[in-house]
């Protein structure tokens, strides 16, 4: 049996979709075939790497994707949205049967010294690790 797929949309897979693509894995184990694309791709951040690897999180093997290129054609069950231009602009995905949005602050938008844009980049990712964990208490399964 094929393992839901779960897509995690933002705009640019820079950071937000990336972490949350992580901490899936780590928490549901093998439940999910675990994705994240943007309505472009940019690349991964720098400081998305680095506060990942803080986390005990290597992003190794994750890229930055756009939904245009790989995801219109592959049914997703999942589909969360972590900002709300991903939500207003995400054109109709085949097979989603379950839609959510985690409205999460853009970090690389963060304007500040570098020390401020790291706390940022450290506050959404703690941010996007508990909705990740509290999503999957949802679903009766906890983390793996």
Partial sequence: MDK????????HNSARSQMAEAFL????GER???HSAGLESRG???LTMQVMEEAGLSLEGQRSKSLQDHFMKVP??????VCGSAD???PTLPGVSNRMHWPLEDPSAFLGSDEEKLAKF???RDQIEARVVAWLEEMGGGAA
């Fill in 88 to 90: 207003k602009m995400c």
């Fill in 76 to 81: 997703i069950r999942y589909l969360i949205t």
């Fill in 32 to 34: 999910f075939e675990v």
């Fill in 4 to 11: 839901p797929k779960v897509l995690f949309l933002c705009t």
């Fill in 122 to 124: 450290r506050e959404v």
């Fill in 44 to 46: 991964i951040h720098p």
């Fill in 25 to 28: 894995r780590k928490y549901a």
